[in-house]
C-alpha cells in the first residue's frame, strides 16, 4: 500500500521547488518575483531641525486642534475651512512664520494657508497666530508638492507666494530648485484666473532661473513687464534677514506673474 504523504508525485515536485526556492540567492529571488519600483521624486527641500524643543512641542499641540490642516483628509473647501467665502492666498516655506502671520494680521478681509516642512516653524507660526489672535489662517506640516496635489481646490486661490525658496547654489544642484516648468503648472492648477504668483529672491542666478523659467510659460502674463523684476510690493513684509542683506548692499528681486 502506497503512503499517500511520501508516493504522491505532486507533492514531491512541491518539495523540490520548495528546495530550490530556499536555495536560490537573494538576487535571484528578486527577479523571479520583483516587486514595483518605486519612483524617487527630487525634493526641492532638505528637513533640517526637525526635533522640536519641549516648549515648541507644547505650543504645537497647543495650537494644531485650531490651525493644522491635514494631508490625510485631502481634498478641503475653502468656504467651510474659513467659514466665509474669501480672497485665499497660499504661501509655501514660511521658514518660522513672522511674515506670513504679518501679512495676515493686516490683511483681514483675506485667508491664508501656509505650507511648510520644517515643525519647529510652524509650531512658531501657530504660537504667533494665535498670540495676534488670528482666525484667517491655517497651516500643513507637509511637502507642498503633495498638499497641492491631494489636498487643494483647483483654480480657487487667489495668490500663491513662494518667498526666499533654497536656492541650490551648485550647479548640479539646480534641479532641485523648485521653481522648474512642472511646478509653475501645478501652481497654476490651484490659481483662478487673474490670480498672481508671487516669488522672491535674494540671489541672483536663481531670480535669472525663475524670470527665464515663468517667462516661457504661456498662461502667465509679467506684472511688471515682459521679461522685468517687479517692485517689492508693500504688502510683502521685510524679514529681518532681508533688512541685514539691504545694509550689506545684497539684493532682492521680486517677480509677479498673473494667471492668464
Known amino acids: 500500500m502506497q503512503d499517500p504523504m511520501t508516493d504522491n508525485p505532486m ?3 512541491q518539495e523540490l521547488e520548495s528546495q530550490e526556492q530556499e536555495n536560490q540567492t537573494p538576487e535571484a ?3 523571479e518575483n520583483p516587486e514595483p519600483i518605486k519612483k524617487r521624486t527630487i525634493r526641492s527641500f532638505v ?3 526637525g526635533r522640536m524643543t519641549e516648549g515648541q512641542q507644547k505650543n504645537y499641540d497647543a495650537n494644531w486642534a485650531f490651525y493644522g490642516l491635514e494631508l490625510a483628509d485631502g481634498r478641503i473647501d475653502y468656504q467651510t475651512t474659513f467659514g466665509r467665502q ?3 492666498v497660499i504661501e509655501v516655506g514660511f521658514g518660522m512664520g513672522a511674515s506670513l502671520v504679518e501679512m495676515a494680521k493686516k490683511a483681514p478681509e483675506k485667508d491664508f494657508i501656509g ?4 515643525p519647529p516653524g510652524v509650531a512658531k507660526l501657530m504660537m504667533l497666530a494665535q498670540e495676534e489672535g488670528l482666525k484667517n489662517l491655517r497651516v500643513y506640516c507637509d ?4 498638499v497641492m496635489a491631494s489636498c487643494l481646490p483647483e ?3 487667489s495668490a500663491f507666494q513662494l518667498f526666499f525658496p533654497d536656492p541650490w547654489h551648485k550647479k548640479k544642484h539646480n534641479k532641485r530648485r523648485i521653481v522648474q516648468p512642472l511646478f509653475a503648472q501645478q501652481v497654476a492648477n490651484v490659481l483662478k484666473v487673474d490670480g498672481y504668483f508671487h516669488m522672491a529672491t535674494d540671489w541672483e542666478p536663481y531670480a535669472e532661473h525663475m524670470l527665464e523659467v515663468m517667462e ?4 502667465y502674463s509679467n506684472a511688471a513687464g515682459k521679461g522685468n523684476y517687479h517692485p517689492r510690493p508693500e504688502w510683502r513684509p521685510l524679514t529681518k534677514f532681508e533688512q541685514r542683506g539691504e545694509r550689506l548692499g545684497h539684493g532682492v528681486w521680486d517677480l509677479i506673474y498673473k494667471k492668464q
Request: glycine share 4%.
Open 29 to 31: 529571488q528578486a527577479q
Open 86 to 88: 474669501s480672497d485665499v
Open 216 to 219: 516661457a510659460q504661456e498662461n
Open 47 to 49: 528637513v533640517r531641525g
Open 11 to 13: 507533492l514531491e515536485n
Open 155 to 157: 483654480q480657487a486661490a
Open 115 to 118: 505650507i511648510e516642512v520644517h
Open 143 to 146: 511637502d507642498a508638492i503633495e
